[in-house]
């Protein structure tokens, strides 16, 4: 496998797909793994683009088949990540992108550490998050709390990623992703560094 994987993570309003949307031309050919989730599709969605939208017995026969890389109980529905379709991109020399969870970003470093960068992305302070989840007018007041409360939990693993974005200007934190993408496609895994050396003593 030649490619590289990029985790991102953070809290839902952090403005992830934003970053990565403003930096798409500046980090070349990527393969953006989409989630699986058993959580019913918000307006506009749509299946194949945002998520694979699932039911939970579907979701359930995955985990039993070993289907996925990594998968999460987020509230009170499955996400995961397919296994399949990133091995394939990985094999093509592509840059792998996942926005999931922390509990994700712990999975996907213990099962594929040697490809994985990886960076945690947030607004400046909880308020300015809690400022930005109301503005978008996605989610009713009981899931916005909940999503308040999951940020401070997810706030506390900062220090198990590579690096760090804070999100307070859209054109700053992009062009810090994409120095991060870049870099992340130089990172050797193990096994290319043993060939490194082999063809460096031949």
């Known amino acids: 496998m030649q490619g590289a994987i990029l985790v991102l993570s953070g ?25 699986t989730t058993t959580r019913e599709p918000r307006e506009g969605e749509k299946d194949g683009v945002d998520y694979y939208f699932v039911t939970r017995e579907a979701f359930e026969e995955g985990i039993k088949a070993g289907d996925f890389l990594e998968y999460a109980t987020v509230h009170g529905n499955y996400y995961g990540t397919s296994l399949k379709p990133v091995k394939q991109a990985l094999f093509e020399g592509k840059l792998v992108i996942f926005d999931i969870d922390v509990q994700g970003h712990r999975l996907v470093r213990a099962k594929m550490g040697d490809y994985v960068t990886s960076v945690f992305i947030t607004p400046p302070t909880l308020k300015e998050l809690e400022k930005r989840l109301y503005a978008r007018s996605t989610d009713d007041d009981s899931i916005i709390k909940r999503r308040v409360e999951n940020a401070k939990e997810e706030i506390n693993a900062i220090g198990e990623f590579d690096f760090v974005i804070i999100n307070d200007s859209v054109e700053v934190a992009s062009a810090q992703f994409a120095t991060i993408a870049n870099a992340a496609r130089l990172k050797q895994n193990r096994e290319e560094l043993e060939k490194i050396v082999l063809h460096w003593k031949n």
């Open 11 to 35: 809290p839902s309003g952090a403005g992830k797909s934003t970053i990565i949307n403003h930096a798409s031309s500046q980090i070349g050919e990527y393969y953006f793994s989409i989630s």
